[in-house]
C-alpha cells in the first residue's frame, strides 16, 4: 500500500464514530450433533453508518414510497459474510443489523449495504 492510500485511508477512519461486533452461525458438533451456533468472529471494531433515504416511485402517479438505505463503513481487511449479524454502538445507541450483500471493497474501506436485523434466515 503507498503513502496516499495510507494517508487516505487514516482520513477516512477518523470519521468512523462507532463500534460493531460480528457474528456468523458457525457448525458445531453438539452431542454427535451438528448445529449452527451464533459466533463472534470481530468485536469492537470501528466502523461508521451512513443513511440515505430514496424515493421509489410505485404504480401511482401521485406516490412515492420512501425506503432508506443504510451502508456501514469499515477496514477493508475484514471479511464480513452475507448474512452476517453486525451489532453497532455509537450515537448513543446499540442497534443490530445484517449484511444484506457482497460489499464493496476499496484499498481505503469497504462498504456493506446493510439492514435492520430480524433475526437468522
Known sequence: MNQYTLIARKNIEKQYDSECTIYELKPKVINNITKDVETEVFKNKKCRISFEDIYVNTQTDTEAK???KIKLFIAPELEIKPGSLIIVTGRGRTTKYK?????AVYD???EIIIELWKGWA
Request: hydrophobic share 10%; aromatic share 0%; net charge neutral.
Open 66 to 68: 420512501k425506503v432508506q
Open 108 to 110: 481505503t474501506h469497504q
Open 99 to 103: 449484511n444484506s450483500g457482497e460489499p
